[in-house]
T-cell receptor
């Protein structure tokens, strides 16, 4: 089954404790992206990757890191989380063609205390 | 820079009534336009998309949207609402480089029995 898998589904942590949210897709997609969803703000893009070893900043990249060492994986790293990073995070992927649909993961609800 | 404005963060309709969700965009080049739907505790799913060609686009679950260049609009409609349509709907536009997808802030649709 074609899918984007995110882990964990829920995460509670404390300020400053490094964490990684994993994302994996099994569709051989070139493009992968991370979004955060906040009430009233919709989805805002954090980082995206057009292919292996190619990443670029989205609209809200501060406080986040990503890497794309393999085509299927695109982890999101918070080196020193802060409470303003409490949010619902989504990973998404698609082919390299921009008018194709995005496939979304089920989301990761992060709370930073 | 591109942007999307969705008028009305909450829309409530009766079952069987017309659904109209509004979306206006700004883009410096001909856009790709999308509507995504998010059911509770799930990721987003593509409803429909406009790339080129016919300006009236039909999607899944009886939804359709019309691209109106002169009005920079891409409103979503459905002739008769069903209880299962209750969800959050996001309009999105692709950027000039066809890389990032910019989402609106979302409209929550409530369907009353």
């Amino acid at each position: 089954e074609a899918q984007v898998t995110q882990n964990p589904r829920y995460l509670i942590t404390v300020t400053g404790k490094k964490l990684t949210v994993t994302c994996s897709q099994n569709m051989n997609h070139e493009y992968m992206s991370w979004y955060r969803q906040d009430p009233g703000l919709g989805l805002r893009q954090i980082y995206y990757s057009m292919n292996v070893e190619v990443t670029d900043k989205g609209d809200v990249p501060e406080g986040y890191k990503v890497s794309r060492k393999e085509k299927r994986n695109f982890p999101l790293i918070l080196e020193s989380p802060s409470p303003n990073q409490t949010s619902l995070y989504f990973c998404a992927s698609r082919t390299g063609v921009a008018n194709e649909k995005l496939f979304f993961g089920s989301g990761t609800q992060l709370s930073v205390l | 820079a591109q942007s999307v404005t969705q008028l009305g963060s909450h829309v409530s309709v009766s079952e069987g009534a017309l659904v109209l969700l509004r979306c206006n965009y700004s883009s410096s080049v001909p856009p790709y336009l999308f509507w995504y739907v998010q059911y509770p505790n799930q990721g987003l799913q593509l409803l429909l998309k406009y790339t080129t060609g016919a300006t009236l686009v039909k999607g899944i679950n009886g939804f359709e949207a019309e691209f109106k260049k002169s009005e920079t609009s891409f409103h979503l409609t459905k002739p008769s609402a069903h209880m299962s349509d209750a969800a959050e709907y996001f309009c999105a536009v692709s950027d000039t480089g066809r890389r990032a997808l910019t989402f609106g802030s979302g409209t929550r649709l409530q369907v009353q029995p």
